[in-house]
């Protein structure tokens, strides 16, 4: 199982929103994916900047960013 799949729940390391709670909502490539979170909306982030928790949510495959972000709390 990828550590950094889709659902996991992490913390920005880096950035304007350091310390925000995000999830990940899809792989784009090794190195990088796509977060979603209270303060920040969908964007692409580096894999190297987030801190990964044990926490993993299922998301549905057409969630809107207000479900995920309801699931993150």
Known sequence: MKVMAAGR???????RN????VIIT????????????AKTK???CNILQLFPTNNVIKL????TQKE?????K
């Open 9 to 15: 729940v992490c913390y920005k390391k880096t950035g």
């Open 42 to 44: 969908k964007q692409k």
């Open 18 to 21: 350091a310390g925000e709670k």
């Open 68 to 72: 995920i972000i309801e699931a993150l």
């Open 60 to 63: 549905k495959e057409h969630a």
């Open 26 to 37: 899809k792989s784009i490539d090794k190195n990088a994916v796509e977060i979603v979170g």
